[in-house]
């Protein structure tokens, strides 16, 4: 394995080409108060298949620079959204008591 910085998100955004919005989350303990923090900080990943959807879980990998904005590729889709392949699966189906 390289060197190269690995995090994982959750896809927030799709509807660019090939590109994706990933939030990153991270929960700390503040160092001087002991409170717990939230943080988060939104990233664009290349996508090249256009295979993530909202809410997918993923795998990014720092890169070198293909935008002005992109630095970050995703490597693996760890995890898709259940819920909507949920309801892609209520809408293919027929409805009952319709006509």
């Given at each position: ?30 160092p ?11 990233v ?10 909202i ?20 490597q ?24």
């Amino acid at each position: 394995m390289n060197e190269r910085r690995r995090l994982m998100g959750t896809v927030t955004s799709d509807k660019m080409d090939k590109t994706v919005v990933v939030e990153i989350r991270r929960t700390y303990r503040h160092p001087l108060v002991g409170k717990v923090v939230h943080d988060f900080k939104r990233v664009k990943a290349h996508d090249e298949k256009n295979e993530c959807k909202i809410g997918d879980k993923v795998m990014i990998v720092e890169s070198r620079p293909l935008s002005r904005d992109k630095r970050w590729v995703v490597q693996t889709i760890i995890r898709h959204n259940e819920k909507d392949e949920a309801d892609l699966a209520a809408i293919d189906a027929p409805a009952e008591g319709v006509e």
